[in-house]
């Protein structure tokens, strides 16, 4: 069973792909097996190559360096309240009360919000962005925007990528749109990157950071792979000759703008987090209503876990753990990564072996929830509100994309 499992798995998750397809004749069999190797072939390097780990550890450090910042600069503004702030006006019995994720781990998207815009300006951003691109244009088949903007979601935010190619949206194929919001939905930004590192290296150690560079590099294929399967295209929209992106007017433009940028998403995230958690208490307190299931009390975890078991079985995780897998998948899909990951870190609640925990961790690397359709369909909708009828059409299909994108990579790293 254990060299079964995989073979089935790989090819259930294509075929959850295959049954939403718009039409499954048109589906290029080259392109899939292409971006299949490209997933294996990215996973092999980033995550087997000496040279490669080694310059992950050593950005880990650098992860761990910009923690510090962030501590520096909020408890000089928020005093005792900052994470690890010196001179409580009082007697710490418990040191692990002391920490208040608002003022400590949180404010760090602000930080790496603003210091996404300076790379972005002073070009840094923009050559990795063009050099990664080329890996998956050609290969996959996909145009000029659409692979710069699908590359800039490793980096950026959802909605920030597709602003990078705002005026070739109008023109782009339906195809093309639910590429952008797959990829949109199956990686994380840079700057979430860096919270969920410092929020589970505990776990997983301060090398973190590769494995999240890493999930959204092979998420990138799968999502323009399951995007191609779900509505399969000949149309491509390409640059002109002459193309240029520029987003700031100066170094202090992007300075600003970064910064306001991140309050908002600050902002975002803080209300996001205090409504959902709120929410899953309700939910499971109106559950607790009914009588015990299995002789336990029914919760909304417990339902997502039997909803998204198969699915993660299908990833590789052994069926005595799909259960508080699929647990994991369900909060990720319909509250948000950053709760599943919350729960990834409470080991004692959800025990998973070493193997199951890595599959998890890249499975749960995606923006894949609907309150990232509403986003996507919000931000997008503001950039070229001729095309929101497509997008809508296309928003649901994209998530499922994602989702199965996600589950892919999760996949891909559980066979190396």
């Not at 050559?127 to 890996?135: H, K, R, T």
């Not at 095309?387 to 809508?392: A, P, T």
């Amino acid at each position: 069973m254990e060299y079964i499992q995989p073979i089935i798995g790989f090819f259930i998750l294509l075929l959850l792909g295959a049954i939403f397809s718009e039409n499954v004749k048109a589906i290029k069999i080259r392109y899939l097996v292409s971006a299949v190797v490209i997933q294996v072939l990215l996973a092999l390097v980033l995550i087997k190559v000496p040279l490669v780990s080694n310059f992950f550890e050593y950005l880990s450090y650098g992860v761990m360096t910009l923690k510090e910042a962030n501590d520096y600069g909020t408890s000089f503004v928020f005093g005792y309240l900052a994470d690890k702030a010196p001179n409580a006006p009082f007697d710490i019995t418990n040191s692990a009360g002391t920490f208040i994720f608002a003022f400590g781990g949180l404010t760090l998207i602000i930080v790496m919000s603003a210091i996404s815009a300076l790379l972005w300006h002073w070009r840094i951003i923009p050559v990795l962005v063009n050099a990664l691109s080329v890996i998956f244009k050609k290969p996959l088949d996909v145009g000029g925007p659409v692979g710069l903007s699908a590359t800039a979601n490793i980096f950026l935010g959802q909605v920030e990528a597709p602003l990078l190619v705002r005026p070739y949206l109008a023109s782009m194929s339906k195809n093309e749109l639910l590429i952008l919001m797959t990829v949109g939905m199956s990686t994380i930004a840079g700057s979430v990157m860096v919270i969920y590192t410092t929020m589970l290296s505990p776990i997983y150690g301060i090398g973190l950071i590769g494995h999240f560079l890493t999930a959204s590099l092979i998420s990138v294929p799968a999502a323009i792979m399951y995007a191609n399967i779900i509505i399969p295209s000949e149309t491509k929209t390409d640059f002109p000759a002459d193309n240029s992106t520029k987003m700031y007017s100066g170094t202090m433009d992007a300075l600003t703008r970064g910064t306001q940028a991140g309050i908002e998403i600050f902002l975002n995230v803080a209300a996001m987090l205090i409504v959902v958690m709120a929410l899953v208490f309700l939910v499971n307190a109106i559950l607790g209503v009914l009588p015990d299931v299995l002789g336990q009390p029914l919760t909304m975890e417990r339902m997502f876990g039997w909803l998204f078991a198969p699915l993660a079985w299908c990833m590789g995780i052994p069926w005595t753990e799909s259960q508080t897998a699929g647990e994991l998948l369900g909060v990720k899909t319909i509250l948000n990564e950053f709760v599943a990951y919350l729960y990834l870190a409470d080991t004692n609640t959800y025990a998973l072996s070493e193997k199951s925990n890595l599959i998890m961790l890249y499975a749960l690397c995606g923006f894949a929830n609907f309150s990232s359709v509403g986003i996507l369909l919000s931000g997008m909708s503001a950039m070229v509100p001729e095309r929101r009828k497509d997008l809508i059409a296309v928003s649901i299909k994209a998530l499922w994309a994602a989702l199965l994108a996600s589950c892919m990579t999760g996949f891909i790293v559980g066979i190396l």
